[in-house]
T-cell receptor, first 116, second 108 residues
Framework: DSGVTQTPKHLITATGQRVTLRCSPRSGDLSVYWYQQSLDQGLQFLIQYYNGEERAKGNILERFSAQQFPDLHSELNLSSLELGDSALYFC???????????????FGQGTRLTVV | GENVEQHPSTLSVQEGDSAVIKCTYS??????FPWYKQELGKGPQLIID?????GEKKDQRIAVTLNKTAKHFSLHITETQPEDSAVYFCAAPYKLSFGAGTTVTVRA
């Protein structure tokens, strides 16, 4: 058990809908990272938050947004869903802010999103 | 930003043989290089990491080597076992960028 909790584990929804994925980091970790992993694909970095502030941004679509709350949990919002958004979404957490500082990250088990 | 290139994309080895995966990075300021293992249906798990003030680190059957001049680091798995079959990712610290992954299959 990594200590990172993601909910829900599975989500099936229709095209055009909006969903929210939730991540609770390990106790004491201030950074949360979000990744998308499509079938047979690598881990595509979406966005990172550190202590409530956006720290780094990857190839995140405008239809997607995220935030980190004062209690450090994070939510990834996906809207106007398309079939191609079906993927595993992982969050990871680390103590530090990354970008050259030690970034030992721990991953959750992921949320499998299926858009039908 | 940081670009990380990982090779090979797939690797099939006979049980007991060694496996080597190599990653190259672009940002010379990078100073922390982790390797993750992802088993089917699970999230990636950190298996070993190296910091830029050392050239090699070992942990039982796995080792990581770092060449800062050439900007590459490698994962070495010796005496491979069936449970080593998984996807392995290298990462660079900026944005925690991951390589494309290497699918390792250990043949019995």
């Amino acid at each position: 058990d990594s200590g990172v909790t993601q909910t829900p584990k599975h989500l099936i929804t229709a095209t055009g809908q909006r969903v929210t994925l939730r991540c609770s980091p390990r106790s004491g970790d201030l950074s949360v990272y979000w990744y998308q992993q499509s079938l047979d694909q690598g881990l595509q970095f979406l966005i990172q938050y550190y202590n409530g502030e956006e720290r780094a941004k990857g190839n995140i679509l405008e239809r997607f947004s995220a935030q980190q709350f004062p209690d450090l949990h994070s939510e990834l919002n996906l809207s106007s869903l398309e079939l191609g958004d079906s993927a595993l979404y992982f969050c990871a957490s680390s103590v530090g802010p990354g970008g050259g500082v030690n970034t030992e990250a721990f991953f959750g088990q992921g949320t499998r999103l299926t858009v039908v | 930003g940081e670009n990380v290139e990982q090779h090979p994309s797939t690797l099939s080895v006979q049980e007991g043989d060694s496996a080597v995966i190599k990653c190259t990075y672009s940002d010379s300021a990078s100073n922390y290089f982790p390797w993750y293992k992802q088993e089917l249906g699970k999230g990636p798990q950190l298996i070993i990491d190296i910091r830029s003030n050392v050239g090699e680190k070992k942990d039982q059957r796995i080792a990581v080597t770092l060449n800062k001049t050439a900007k590459h680091f490698s994962l070495h798995i010796t005496e491979t076992q069936p449970e080593d079959s998984a996807v392995y990712f290298c990462a660079a610290p900026y944005k925690l960028s991951f390589g494309a992954g290497t699918t390792v299959t250990v043949r019995a």
